[in-house]
């Protein structure tokens, strides 16, 4: 059964960093794979997205701040995530989806195939 587990969540102050990661066990290799966000009281939001060639897009909230890649070889995704803000406190989810070439209006959407179960961060102020 295909499965993704984030890591790497935590709490640090306002202008620190967090490095996310997301090791993904999955049936198909051809995979877009992305990270969302939840926080208290607010929708789920899509961050970054990396398809399956390595192309990339951001959320304008954090554009030069957050930084997506994965790992194929190893199956993992990851986020850094520099000059954190408070309003990046949020549960943050892995998430594939069998469309190679997803574009950033569809991932937006979150119709993603699979989901990790996410991992929380907390930004202090």
């Known amino acids: 059964q295909a499965r993704l587990e984030e890591s790497g969540g935590g709490s640090v102050q306002a202008g620190g960093s967090l490095r996310l990661s997301c090791v993904a066990e999955?049936?198909?290799?051809?995979?877009?794979m992305g990270w969302f966000r939840q926080a208290p009281g607010k929708e789920r939001e899509g961050v970054a997205l990396?398809?399956?060639?390595?192309?990339?897009n951001y959320a304008d909230s954090v554009k030069d701040r957050f930084t997506i890649s994965r790992d194929n070889a190893n199956n993992a995704l990851y986020l850094q995530m520099n000059s954190l803000k408070p309003e990046d406190t949020a549960v943050y989810y892995c998430?594939?989806?069998?469309?190679?070439?997803?574009?950033?209006?569809?991932?937006?959407?979150?119709?993603?195939?699979?989901w990790g179960k996410g991992t929380l961060v907390t930004i202090s102020s």
């Open positions: 999955l049936y198909y290799s051809r995979v877009s």
């Open positions: 998430a594939a989806d069998r469309r190679s070439a997803l574009d950033w209006l569809s991932f937006k959407s979150g119709s993603m195939d699979y």
């Open positions: 990396i398809d399956n060639d390595g192309r990339t």
